[in-house]
């Protein structure tokens, strides 16, 4: 038995989650996700209330501070279950599992996420966000807790008949009928989908709410690619543009918040996750080598800046998220009053300001919950920097230089304010996005920082959760390191080893990235059915062994690991992987096909797949120096069907990984391409440019 640290506190006081310390001062009974809970229910008869949240959630902290912090509303739980937290981001498993059944049952899945269970795990009941008291024809904590409680003691069959039904439905949804492969059909229905939901005055798909959905763009950028499709390339460039305009990005102090509340991009919920800015440096990444448009640049370098100011650990690794709230309110220490800005700036500089990013004296949004107007402002654009500088008889670049002036004094003005929580937990397969992510545009840019920054993440990743069996962990915090890797965390991990190999050719990060993946494919694939479980064969079972294939806020595990297969297939001549990931798309393409907008993801593969693939070795000592002619341009340009090898003759470790190199030489002995299509191979050449005339 774990005792409470002091009288006033509960056991989630021992936890290292930062959501699980917020409620360690709860008047509610709170225990973590363990065994000691589910014995306390069995032995007293009690259901069981798992709350799943995270740190940066503004709506769990609405219930928390109505709720769980509310003496007679713990009274009611504490008397009627035995009360768990979890922390989403540290128990993708649970969360996953319970948000299915939250869905299957209401429809609708969101968090703060609220599932009832009888003692051995099975729910019963599911809500997301529950208020005190009842409202809207929603029950509140007060009437829902003693309805429970009643249907626990005189109706207890019905809960039993409840929980088989539930069960039951949750396993066949997990089960995928096999299909034919895909092919391109899917990724022309895909775009006309797109092209239906896009909205031709904001960029973005839908209306409100609107989410960035980098993967979703990423696959346009292929598709227009591909089809040299100016529609395509189109609604991500004005996507990117009006994202990069809108309040959704921080235009103080850079990275994106979570999502727009509006179709114009304006009012966001403020939290910033380490995903997104993973997800949307890599698209404005990608969108600046299809379109060399300045300002994908300049954003993908303002995430990068803010990464490397706010979420960066010491030793590498990058944090989780920044909340919404701080002094309990939503986005008070982003927002900006004129008379703010008049007091901080010089009069010229204060009226450039309030012109430029569309300040008012009233406000210039509407409050969600009054609706009124507040007499804050959220800073963003409505005219891009050329029209504005046109506008003033300026040039572009000198309008440009004054504002990134101004905003850097309004970044020094705001750190006085009360910040936002910073949730330093380090996740593993989070810190695989970013990595991937700086890899690309570390690459693409030219830029050394970003590599190296990279490579340290990986280290901290190499260090600190791989363990001596060469299995991930997936968290870190102040020193803990807890819990086995879920599918994510190896997918998206050796996506970052492979973009790092891509971009540096430094063999050790391939040789990684194979070894992740063999453990990886050993713990986590289905060898009867194929595609890849999110947990591994020794992980608790909850209702059943999940497979993840939709791509939500981030590309799912299954997305990302079918492109690895690939890649890695494509680079060692395993024809295996491949294999391997034409299973998974025959095992998933049943769902893929009924709603092919909701796997951007997983289209990329189908992209991949469709031919049009080229391996590319270019073969010379890494030391030499016109070994760069070769390199700098494959780094520049848009090859989503490419990979690229090099080949250094004095190098044994990739001559191990990758055999069929003992046939690329160096023709007279000069640094030399090799361009192979669909498994047949160009003449060498010794030019630069006749290795992208061949690739082009």
């Known amino acids: 038995m774990t005792d409470s640290p002091d009288h006033n506190q509960n056991r989630l006081a021992n936890e290292s989650s930062p959501y699980l310390l917020q409620h360690a001062d709860n008047p509610v009974d709170w225990y973590p996700w363990g065994e000691e809970a589910f014995e306390k229910a069995k032995k007293e008869d009690k259901p069981v209330l798992v709350s799943i949240g995270y740190a940066t959630c503004h709506w769990c902290h609405v219930m928390a501070h109505e709720s769980f912090e509310d003496e007679q509303v713990a009274e009611l739980m504490n008397r009627a279950f035995v009360n768990i937290k979890v922390d989403r981001e540290e128990r993708p498993d649970i969360d996953n599992t319970y948000m299915l059944v939250c869905q299957m049952l209401t429809g609708s899945g969101g968090w703060p996420l609220n599932v009832f269970l009888t003692p051995d795990k099975k729910p019963f009941y599911a809500a997301t966000y529950i208020p005190k008291v009842g409202r809207q024809g929603r029950p509140g904590m007060r009437e829902l807790i003693p309805w429970l409680s009643k249907l626990w003691q005189n109706d207890r069959k019905k809960i039993i008949n409840s929980t088989d039904e539930i069960v039951n439905a949750f396993q066949k949804s997990n089960v995928f009928t096999r299909a034919d492969r895909l092919d391109s059909d899917i990724l022309d229905e895909a775009y006309h989908q797109y092209e239906k939901q896009f ?15 980098s993967h979703n763009l990423m696959f346009l950028l292929r598709y227009a690619d591909r089809h040299k499709d100016l529609k395509a390339l189109d ?37 910033k996750m380490l995903y997104d800015q993973a997800m949307l440096l890599m698209a404005y990444t990608e969108g600046w080598q299809c379109t060399n448009n300045d300002l994908f640049k300049q954003t993908a370098d303002e995430i990068c800046s803010y990464l490397m100011r706010k979420m960066q ?63 804050k402002n959220i800073p963003h654009l409505q005219k891009p920097f050329e029209e504005l500088a046109q506008e003033r008889d300026m040039e572009s670049e000198k309008l440009r ?17 009360v910040h936002p929580l910073l949730d330093d937990k380090i996740l593993t397969d989070w810190n695989g996005l970013i990595i991937a992510a700086l890899a690309k545009a570390g690459s693409a840019f030219e830029n050394e920082n970003y590599l190296t920054q990279a490579e340290r993440s990986w280290k901290f990743i190499h260090n600190k959760m791989v363990t001596d069996a060469g299995t991930l962990k997936h968290r870190y915090r102040d020193g803990d390191v807890a819990i086995d890797g879920h599918a994510d965390d190896y997918a998206f991990v050796i996506w970052g080893l492979l973009e790092l190999y891509e971009a540096t050719f430094k063999t050790e990060y391939l040789q990684q990235a194979i070894s992740l993946n063999e453990q990886f494919v050993d713990q986590f694939w289905d060898n009867e059915n194929g595609g890849f479980y999110f947990t591994d064969e020794s992980a608790e079972e909850l209702l059943g062994r999940k497979k993840e294939i939709y791509d939500g806020a981030m590309p799912s595990g299954n997305s990302i690991a079918m492109m690895n297969l690939l890649r890695l297939g494509r680079m060692t001549a395993n024809t295996e992987w491949e294999q391997m990931a034409d299973e998974s798309l025959k095992l ?35 030391n030499d120096s016109t070994i760069n002619q070769f390199i700098r341009p494959l780094h520049d340009r848009f090859l989503p069907r490419s990979v690229i090898i090099l080949h250094d003759p004095r190098d044994n470790k990739i001559g191990d990984l990758v055999p069929y190199l003992s046939d690329f030489g160096m023709k007279d002995d000069k640094p030399t391409a090799y361009v192979c299509q669909n498994y047949a ?11 992208l005339e061949l690739i082009e």
């Open 401 to 417: 230089s004054a504002l990134t002036s101004i905003r850097a004094k309004l970044l020094k003005e705001r750190k006085k304010r």
């Open 199 to 213: 909205d031709e005055q904001f960029g973005g798909f839908g209306s409100s709410p609107k989410f960035p959905s």
């Open 588 to 622: 998933f393409a049943n769902s893929i096909e009924k709603a092919p907008t909701s796997f951007g993801a997983a289209l990329q593969s189908v992209d991949f797949v469709e031919g049009d693939t080229r391996e590319i070795v270019i073969t010379g000592s890494q």
């Open 235 to 271: 609604m991500v460039e004005k996507t990117l543009t009006r994202m990069r305009m809108g309040g959704v990005f921080d235009q103080v102090g850079g990275g994106f918040h979570r999502y727009s509340t509006d179709q114009q991009w304006l009012v966001p919920h403020f939290e």
């Open 681 to 691: 191979c160009e003449l060498p050449t010794n030019d630069p440019d006749k290795m």
């Open 313 to 375: 650990d010491e030793k590498g690794g990058f944090y989780s998220a920044e909340d919404a709230d701080s002094e309990g309110e939503e986005g008070k220490f982003y927002v900006w009053s004129t008379e703010e800005i008049r007091e901080i700036l010089p009069l010229a500089e204060a009226e450039l300001f309030i012109e430029a990013y569309n300040l008012t004296d009233e406000g210039n949004y509407h409050d969600e919950a009054t609706g009124r107007k507040t007499g």
